[in-house]
Each structure stands twice: as C-alpha cells, then as structure tokens.
C-alpha cells in the first residue's frame, strides 16, 4: 500500500500569508495526485486534480505542483475562507489519503 | 443538480452487519464510477472501497482494513450505490461518505494515462459499532 504523508499537521497563518503544505507518497506516484479542502462541519472538496490541474470554480490562489514522491499545495494570498484541513490523496493504486494538515488562523 | 443522498446508517453491535445505500441524480450513473470514503469524527479522510461502472467491468477495490468484510454494488436501473458491511468492529464508527469517481485523461507520448479523483460528495451517513 502507498502511505501518504503530508507536513506539517497543523499550521498558523494570517490573511494575506503565503502557504505552502507539502505532501510526501512513500514510492513514486508520477502525478497522480489530488488535494482537497474540508472544512469544519462541511464535506471535502476537490480542489485539484493530477498534482496541478485546478478544478473548476477553485480560485487561482491555489496551485499544485510536483512529481514522483513530493507535491505541495500553495495558497498565495490567504482568505479568511481557506482556513480548513487540506488533505492530499494518491490515485497511482486505488486510492490512499494523507492524515490531513489543518490550517488555522494566527 | 448532481447529488448523492446517503442513507442506512445507525448503531450496530460489534459483529453485526449494515447496509448504507447512496440515492444518486443529476447526472449517468450508470457510466459513473464510484467509490465509499469514511471520517471517523475529528479525524482524517479513509478510503473504503470503489466500484467501476459496468461498461468498465463493475469491478471492486477495497481498502486492506475492510476487504473481505465490505462489499461494495451498485443497481444502475436504481441509480443506486450500496455498501454491505459485515463483522463490524468499533474501529469500523464513522461517517461513510458516496463519492463519484471523476477522471481525466492525459496523451503522452503514444499512452493514455487515466487520472481518477472524487469530486462529488454526499452529506454521509454515521454508523456506530458500540455494544
């Protein structure tokens, strides 16, 4: 099974703040990789698709990137919105699930 | 509207069995793969299982922690998804989300390379294994 492992679990932030979260697949996954947002009470959202194709409707402040074992999700310019768990998720084998980052406001 | 309605849930035994069902509308589910994720409340995203739609072969993947327990099927004429468990075990509490299985694809080179993602989710469905 492909463990995901995503760093750090819990982050910090003020509006305005760039972000990065970064996500870590225990073999090469290529580029199959997806983020998604979830936020307290409400159910997930996919926000990007193959490491760095944004979903429709999801703003452009969020960019994905990477290939083989290492990704990141960067938020440019925070809103109050985006402050929620991102969890990264593997679809090279079925699919697995990184334990989540939750990022909170400052 | 693309929507998926999550039902079934409840408190069992541990040991017992339920079935979650998955009402789906708006959009083919019959050409639709999909697939069960699970949160145990406070907790991160599991996967559970999926099913490929039947012109895809209708065939089954499941997370080690529930395979041979879980049986994932789906009833095109119902546009409906179920999820069988069996064997509960406390481990097993959670709320079960239905998800749809979206897909892109990528040419490269003289391949096609299939990307699979859930893009939509239902509310869930909160089953309890407590004695």
């Known amino acids: 099974d492909i463990q995901m492992t995503q760093s750090p679990s819990s982050l910090s932030a003020s509006v305005g703040d760039r972000v990065t979260i970064t996500c870590r697949a225990s073999q090469d996954i290529s580029t199959f990789l997806n983020w998604y947002q979830q936020k307290p009470g409400k159910v997930p959202r996919l926000l990007i698709y193959a490491a760095s194709n944004l979903q429709s409707g999801v703003p452009s402040t969020f960019t994905g990137s990477g290939s083989g074992t290492d990704f990141t999700l960067t938020i440019s310019s925070l809103q109050p919105e985006d402050f929620a768990t991102y969890y990264c998720q593997q679809s090279y084998t079925t699919f697995s699930f990184g334990q989540g980052t939750r990022l909170e406001i400052k | 509207e693309v929507q998926l309605v999550e039902s079934g849930g409840g408190l069992v035994k541990p040991g017992g069995s339920l079935r979650l069902s998955c009402a789906a509308s708006?959009?083919?589910?019959?050409?639709?793969?999909m697939a069960w994720v699970r949160q145990v409340p406070g907790k991160g995203l599991e996967w559970v299982g999926r099913i490929k739609s039947n012109p895809a072969g209708g065939t089954t993947a499941y997370a080690a922690p529930v395979k041979d327990r879980f049986t994932i099927s789906r009833d095109d004429s119902k546009n409906t998804l179920s999820l069988q468990m069996k064997s509960l075990k406390t481990e097993d509490t959670a709320v079960y989300y239905c998800?749809?299985?979206?897909?892109?694809?990528?040419?490269?080179?003289?391949?096609?390379?299939?990307?699979?993602?859930?893009?939509?989710w239902g509310k869930g469905t909160t089953v309890t294994v407590s004695s």
């Open positions: 998800t749809t299985v979206g897909s892109w694809y990528q040419l490269r080179g003289l391949n096609y390379y299939y990307y699979y993602y859930m893009d939509v």
């Open positions: 708006g959009f083919s589910f019959s050409n639709a793969w």
